[in-house]
C-alpha cells in the first residue's frame, strides 16, 4: 500500500486539528444583533395587549350600553303603565264627584261606565256599591256585593273610607272571574261629610302587561309584576323567558300598594366578536401578526442561512489552506475556473494567473505537450481517465511528477458544469519506490549469489568432467606428437583431429558453464527488453540440469509453437525459472526414481481478469514437479517473507519470484498435481503491437 492517501474530490474528508478549529468562531452572532429585536417586540406586544383589550373592552361597553337601555326602556314603561292608570283614576274621580253630587243621571253615568270599560281593555268592570255594600250601577250585568269582594280588597275599601282618599288594593283573585288576578281601585264617594258608597274599579293585571307593554319591548325581555314579598303576580315573556344577564326592577307608585315592575332581557352576555366591524379589524390584525411572524421566521432563516454560509466558507477556506493535495477546478471548455493554494504552491504560480487561463496551461511541460493535448481533447469529448500519472513544470523550471485524480463536477440541479482534479505531488513517492526498488535488486542479487553457493559443489563436479576430459586428450595428442618426433613421418592425423575437437568442445561446455553463472549472478540495473520464452528457458537450462543431475531428475520442456515474445528482465524471469526448479527437485528427493520427473510448460492463455494488462492474451510458464506437495498450512505462508520450510532457508526465495513476476505484470500461483506433487505457474503479458520496448520510459502511464 501506498504511504501516501490519495482522496477524490468528491470523497475528501480532511482532519483539521483541534486547536487550529477553535480558531475560528462558528456561532452565529445573535446576541450582538439582540438589541435590535427589542423595540419590534415590544411594538408587538403592545399590539397583542391591544388586541385582546379591544374585544373585552368593547363586549364590556356593548353589555353596559345593553344595561343601560333595559333601564331606560323599564322606566319608560313604568311611565307607561303609571300614566295610563293616572288617566283613569282621573276619569273615576270625576265619575265619583258627579255620583256624590247627584249632578248625572244614572243612565248617563252607566254609559260613561261601560264606554270606559270597552275603551280600555285593561279595566274589568267599574261597580257603585251604595253606603250599606250594595251594587248601584255597574258596567256589567254581573251583580255583586262590596262585602264579596276578596278580603284584602274588603280591608283597603275600609280605609279608602275612613280615610276619604281612593287606594288601591293588593291584586287577588275573583272567585267568579276567568282571570285569577285583578286589583282593585276603590273611590270612596262622599256627599259632604257623609260616606254615600264606593266606586271600584277591577283592572286585570294580565291585562295591564299585553295592554300597556309594547310589544318590541316585551319582544325583547321577560316582564314581571311581582308584590312586596316578591312573589310573582303575573307575567308577560312574548320572547322567551329571560336569561338573568340584563336585569331592572322598578317600583310602581300607586297609593295603597306595593307593586314591582321586573324586567329580565332575554339577550345574554355580548360575544367576543360583536360585530363585522370589529371582527374584520381583529382578521386583518391576525393577519398582520401572521405576516410580522412570516417576516420575522424568514429573517431569522436568512440571518442562520447567512451565519451558516459564513460558517461553510470559513470551515471549507480552512480546509482548503490546510490541504496539502491541489485542488483544480475546469469548465466543460477547459478554462480553469478554480485552484486552492497548495496547488498555486506546487507549481509556484500565483492564482490570479492560473484562473481563467485556457491551455496551454503554464505549468505544462514542453516534452509532454502532445500527451496533454490528447487529454485535453479527451476532456472536451467528456471522456477523461479517472487516474493517471504524469509530470508538472514549477514556474522556476524544476520538473516533478504528479498523480491526478479528475472527476465530474456537477452542480445541485445534477447538471455537469465541468471537471475536478485532485493533483498530488509524488517526488517523494517516487523517490521511496526508487530506494525499494534498489533494495529489491540488492535482494534478488544477494538470491543469486545464495543459489550459486548452494550449487558451488555440483558445479565444480560439472566443470571437472570437461576440465579433465581436455586434459586427457591434451595429454594423449601431446603424447602422439612425441612419438612422431621421435619417428617422423609415423603422425596418424585422423587420430589426432578427434582428440583435439573433443577437446575443443569440453572447453566451450565449460565456457557456456562459466557464462551462465557469470550472468547469473552479474549485478546490473534491471532492463526489459523484447525476448522470447524459449531463449529464456534455454539460457537457464545448464543451472537447472546441474542440480537435477545431482538428484537424478529428468527435466523436459513443452514450449508451444509460435509463442510471442514477451518484453522482460531476462535475468529476473531466470531467477524465478531456477528457484521454482530447485525447489521442485528438491521436493522429489523420497519419491520413487523412475517418478523424478520435473516438466517445463510454457503455453498461450486468456488473461483471466480485466485488471491483468495486454490485450487479453498471456503467455503462461508452469513448473511441474512429482515430490510430496504442499500442505494446507504451509500454503497460507507460503509467500510470506522469511517464512521457510527448509532448516537452511531464509525465507525469502518465493518472495521473490512473486515480487520479480509482479515486476513484469503477471501474477505466480501454485496448485496441486492431480497426479501427486505441485504446480507452480506465473503469467507474462504478450508484447502487443505498438508498445514501447522501454516501459518505464513513458511519460504518462495509465494506473
Known amino acids: 500500500m501506498s504511504p501516501y492517501n490519495v482522496c477524490e474530490p468528491r470523497s475528501a474528508y480532511i482532519m483539521i486539528p483541534k486547536p487550529f478549529r477553535q480558531n475560528f468562531n462558528f456561532t452565529l452572532p445573535t446576541r450582538r444583533q439582540g438589541w435590535r429585536w427589542v423595540l419590534p417586540v415590544l411594538l408587538v406586544l403592545l399590539f397583542l395587549s391591544t388586541l385582546l383589550w379591544l374585544p373585552w373592552q368593547t363586549q364590556r361597553m356593548e353589555s353596559s350600553e345593553r344595561q343601560e337601555q333595559l333601564i331606560a326602556d323599564t322606566l319608560w314603561v313604568e311611565q307607561t ?17 258627579e255620583i256624590a253630587s247627584g249632578y248625572g243621571a244614572e243612565k248617563r253615568l252607566r254609559d260613561r261606565l261601560v264606554t270606559m270599560v270597552r275603551a280600555n281593555g285593561e279595566l274589568v268592570r ?13 258596567s256589567d ?4 256585593r262590596l262585602q264579596e269582594l276578596p278580603a284584602n280588597s274588603l280591608a283597603t275599601a275600609e280605609r279608602a273610607r275612613k280615610s276619604k282618599t281612593p287606594l288601591y288594593a293588593q291584586p287577588a283573585a275573583l272567585p267568579d272571574l276567568a282571570t285569577p288576578v285583578t286589583l282593585d281601585y276603590h273611590v270612596p264617594l262622599y256627599s259632604g261629610d257623609t260616606y254615600a258608597g264606593m266606586l271600584t274599579a277591577s283592572y286585570s293585571i294580565s291585562s295591564i302587561l299585553s295592554e300597556m307593554v309594547p310589544w318590541w319591548f316585551a319582544q325583547d325581555n321577560e316582564i314581571l309584576l311581582t308584590d312586596q314579598d316578591d312573589t310573582v303576580i303575573d307575567r308577560r315573556a312574548a320572547g322567551g323567558p329571560g336569561r338573568n344577564v340584563y336585569t331592572h326592577r322598578r317600583a310602581l307608585d300607586l297609593p295603597g300598594v306595593s307593586l314591582t315592575l321586573r324586567t329580565n332581557s332575554v339577550k345574554g352576555e355580548p360575544k367576543l366578536l360583536p360585530s363585522l366591524l370589529v371582527g374584520s379589524v381583529i382578521a386583518l390584525s391576525l393577519g398582520l401578526l401572521w405576516s410580522l411572524g412570516a417576516l420575522w421566521r424568514d429573517i431569522n432563516r436568512r440571518l442562520a442561512a447567512e451565519g451558516a454560509l459564513r460558517q461553510q466558507v470559513a470551515f471549507r477556506t480552512a480546509m482548503e489552506n490546510s490541504l496539502m493535495t491541489g485542488l483544480r477546478a475546469r469548465d466543460l471548455t477547459g478554462r480553469i475556473t478554480y485552484v486552492n493554494p497548495s496547488f498555486c504552491r506546487m507549481v509556484g504560480i500565483p492564482a490570479e494567473e492560473l484562473i481563467g487561463k485556457a491551455p496551454p496551461m503554464p505549468y505544462w511541460a514542453p516534452e509532454a505537450m502532445n500527451e496533454y ?19 508538472f ?37 517516487k523517490q521511496a519506490e526508487d530506494l525499494n526498488r534498489r533494495q529489491q535488486e540488492k535482494l534478488q542479487a544477494s538470491a543469486r549469489l545464495a543459489t550459486m553457493g548452494e550449487i558451488a559443489s555440483t558445479l565444480a563436479h560439472e566443470l571437472n568432467q570437461p ?3 581436455i586434459s586427457s586428450y591434451t595429454t594423449g595428442a601431446l603424447n602422439m606428437i612425441e612419438k612422431n618426433a621421435e619417428n617422423p613421418g609415423k603422425l596418424n592425423l585422423d587420430l589426432l583431429k578427434p582428440a583435439l575437437e573433443k577437446a575443443g568442445t569440453q572447453a566451450q561446455r565449460a565456457g557456456q558453464i562459466i557464462r551462465s553463472v557469470h550472468t547469473f549472478v552479474k549485478r546490473r540495473e534491471p532492463s526489459r527488453e523484447p525476448t522470447t520464452v524459449a531463449m529464456l528457458i534455454d539460457n537457464v537450462m545448464p543451472l537447472i540440469e546441474l542440480q537435477a543431475r545431482q538428484f537424478f531428475v529428468s527435466v523436459r520442456t513443452e514450449i508451444d509453437e509460435d509463442l510471442p515474445p514477451v518484453l522482460a528482465d531476462r535475468v529476473l524471469l531466470e531467477q524465478v525459472l531456477l528457484n521454482l526448479t530447485r525447489n521442485a527437485i528438491e521436493a522429489m528427493q523420497g519419491i520413487a526414481p523412475e517418478r523424478r520427473i520435473l516438466r517445463i510448460v510454457a503455453r498461450r492463455v486468456a488473461a483471466r481478469t480485466t485488471d491483468e494488462p495486454g490485450s487479453g492474451q498471456n503467455v503462461e510458464i508452469a513448473v511441474i514437479d512429482n515430490g510430496h506437495g504442499i500442505p494446507a498450512e504451509v500454503a497460507e505462508r507460503l509467500f510470506s517473507p522469511f517464512f521457510s520450510t527448509k532448516a537452511e532457508g531464509m525465507g525469502m526465495g518465493l518472495n521473490i519470484c512473486r515480487t520479480a513476476v509482479e515486476f513484469h505484470g503477471g501474477k505466480l500461483i501454485h496448485s496441486d498435481n492431480p497426479e501427486g506433487g505441485t504446480i507452480f505457474r506465473f503469467t507474462l503479458p504478450m508484447l502487443a503491437e505498438g508498445m514501447p520496448v522501454d516501459g518505464d520510459s513513458a511519460i504518462i502511464r495509465e494506473t
Open 81 to 97: 303603565i303609571r300614566f295610563q292608570l293616572g288617566r283613569h283614576e282621573e276619569n273615576l274621580r270625576l265619575i265619583a264627584n
Open 126 to 138: 267599574i261597580v257603585q256599591f251604595n253606603a250599606q255594600g250594595a251594587p248601584v250601577m255597574s
Open 141 to 144: 250585568d254581573m251583580s255583586i
Open 373 to 391: 493535448n490528447q487529454r485535453f481533447t479527451q476532456v472536451l469529448a467528456g471522456t477523461v481517465t479517472p487516474q493517471f500519472e504524469t509530470i
Open 393 to 429: 513544470l514549477r514556474a522556476n523550471g524544476e520538473r516533478f511528477p504528479v498523480l491526478i485524480f479528475e472527476s465530474p463536477l456537477v452542480d445541485d440541479s445534477g447538471k455537469q458544469t465541468g471537471w475536478m482534479g485532485s493533483i498530488l505531488d509524488i517526488s517523494d513517492r
Open 467 to 469: 576440465l579433465a576430459a
